[in-house]
Nanobody, 121 residues
Framework: QVQLVESGGGLVQAGGALRLSCAAS????????MAWYRQAPGKQRELVAT???????NYADSVKGRFTISRTNAKNTVYLQMNSLKPEDTAVYYC???????????????WGQGTQVTVSS
């Protein structure tokens, strides 16, 4: 079984910073793309940032220049450094990863349980 476990959410004032972590564990052969999504109350889940195993990154326009995604492949962990936070960044943040459990297996997408980020004005 593969699990993604997030940590690092919390309450912060506008202009502050938080760092989210997500560690994948279990039967893992390889991890391709890792990503962070978020879902605010009453809104659809949206993509925040992605990072490939080679380190290529992409960001939503709303977070460019403020958020940085990174990963440590040896630890199967992805991070999201969030700076200059705004009240509109308030959401549940979810980790997502494309994981191959075995060399002969197929790649499946896994989700973490989510971590709440609240930015007060």
């Amino acid at each position: 079984q593969v699990q993604l476990v997030e940590s690092g959410g919390g309450l912060v004032q506008a202009g502050g910073a938080l760092r989210l972590s997500c560690a994948a564990s279990g039967s893992i052969f390889s991890i391709n793309v890792m990503a962070w999504y978020r879902q605010a109350p009453g809104k659809q889940r949206e993509l925040v940032a992605t990072i490939t195993s080679g380190g290529s990154t992409n960001y939503a326009d709303s977070v460019k220049g403020r958020f940085t995604i990174s990963r440590t492949n040896a630890k199967n962990t992805v991070y999201l450094q969030m700076n200059s936070l705004k009240p509109e960044d308030t959401a549940v943040y979810y980790c997502n990863a494309d994981i191959k459990a075995a060399a002969w297996g197929t790649t499946r997408q896994y989700w973490g349980q989510g971590t709440q980020v609240t930015v007060s004005s």
